[in-house]
């Protein structure tokens, strides 16, 4: 998750090529109307975007009951989206791509063929609310080249590793106590 140019196409590539996950582009769930409106200029609102993180939510339901890790590149800009997102499927772990205001600007002006102007930017800056302490994940920055920011990303999902492994271990031991 994260804004636009926060780096979200590029590292989620990085992690499926790593781990061999498949991957999806949220950006690739929009209705064609959507696009439309983003290409022209305008912000989408919430309206546009429940059809769209309802199609995401569907496609991350599919994985999880074949069984599969998978990585799914989406803004999830709102704590209201991440919930939906969430919604039903506890396998969801969020990664919020941080980037310095003048790094996203750089990063999106210099990427021309795509439907996001520059302008956009500061709407999402605005609208971004950061990921909580209450949920499932972490934040990354993405500064520094994409195989640093890679290593940060495998090292957050290896941390949640542990804290479950550490929560197995305790219930092993408690288990252990009690018999
Ligand atoms: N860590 C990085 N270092 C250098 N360039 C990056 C990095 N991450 C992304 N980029 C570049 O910045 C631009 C925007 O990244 P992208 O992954 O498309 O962002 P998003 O999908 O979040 O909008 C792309 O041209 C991409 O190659
Ligand atoms: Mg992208």
Not at 13 to 30: I, K, N, V, Y
Not at 153 to 163: I, M, T, Y
Request: proline share 4%.
């Amino acid at each position: 998750m994260g804004v636009s140019g926060a780096g979200k196409s590029e590292i989620a590539r990085a992690l499926a090529e790593s781990t061999g996950w498949t991957m999806a582009e949220g950006d690739e769930f929009h209705p064609a109307a959507n696009v439309e409106k983003m290409r022209s200029g305008q912000p989408l609102d919430d309206e546009d975007r429940w059809p769209w993180l309802h199609s995401i939510a569907d496609w991350i339901g599919k994985q999880e009951q074949a069984g599969l890790s998978s990585v799914v590149t989406c803004s999830a800009l709102k704590r209201s989206y991440r919930e939906l997102l969430r919604d039903g499927h506890p396998s969801v772990r969020f990664c919020q791509l941080d980037a310095s205001a003048a790094t996203l600007q750089a990063r999106v002006e210099g990427r021309r063929d795509h439907y996001m102007p520059g302008a956009l930017l500061h709407s999402q800056l605005r609208t971004l609310q950061s990921l909580e302490a209450d949920e499932p994940g972490g934040r990354v920055s993405t500064e520094g080249d994409v195989p640093q920011v890679l290593r940060r990303v495998l090292q957050l999902l290896a941390e949640g590793k542990a804290a479950i492994l550490v929560v197995g271990l305790l219930f092993v031991l408690s288990l252990n106590v009690i018999l």
